[in-house]
């Protein structure tokens, strides 16, 4: 599967001005990781366009006070962050295209990408086009994502990169016009 630059403008034209920097990123990431069906390249499309503000945000916006949830407490401990106060919840902040959010998280990418755990000490490597997109596929790939698109299951796919709907109805926006875009059918 390869996606053009104005095919990826159309589906997403709010990107217009940034497509270009993640193209290759896009066309290497759909071999690397499978994503090489329209089907699952409508998904994926969807899906990141939807979690990055169509290509604009590879960095969790939030106060100190909203970001402060990953730092301590129950959902703290889950993402493998500390349950002190330290900062690591700032620090493990979700970024790249699905938002990779915690210090498990981080180490797994990490891993995964680098075969280290560089992400740890530079988390920052998942704001740069070419690693927010790795990252998003990465995610995609292992949380079996490109079977549930063969499959349709787009409201599945949804709740396991968000926990639930949230965004619903731009999601499946995005869907349509990918699906249209790449003659899913």
């Excluded at 994503?35 to 604009?56: D, M």
């Excluded at 959010?101 to 704001?127: H, I, K, M, V, W």
């Excluded at 292992?142 to 709740?159: M, P, V, Y």
């Amino acid at each position: 599967m390869v996606i053009t630059q104005p095919q990826l403008i159309q589906i997403m034209p709010g990107a217009r001005r940034v497509a270009g920097i993640f193209l290759a990123a896009f066309n290497a990431a759909f071999i690397r990781y499978q994503i090489s069906s329209v089907q699952r390249a409508a998904a994926f499309l969807a899906q990141i366009g939807h979690e990055s503000g169509e290509l604009h945000y590879v960095r969790e916006l939030g106060s100190d006070a909203y970001l402060s949830k990953y730092d301590t407490g129950a959902l703290a401990v889950r993402l493998g962050n500390t349950p002190e106060a330290d900062g690591d919840g700032q620090q493990y902040r979700g970024r790249g295209l699905i938002q990779i959010t915690g210090r498990r998280n981080y180490l797994a990418c990490s891993q995964a990408l680098f075969g280290d755990d560089r992400l740890l000490r530079e988390p920052t490597l998942l704001e740069q086009p070419q690693w927010a997109v790795e990252s998003a596929a990465w995610f995609w790939q292992s949380n079996g994502l490109n079977e549930l698109a063969d499959h349709d299951q787009f409201t599945t796919i949804t709740r396991r990169i968000n926990g639930g709907l949230n965004g619903l109805e731009d999601r499946l926006r995005l869907w349509a016009r990918a699906k249209a875009v790449l003659c899913v059918s």
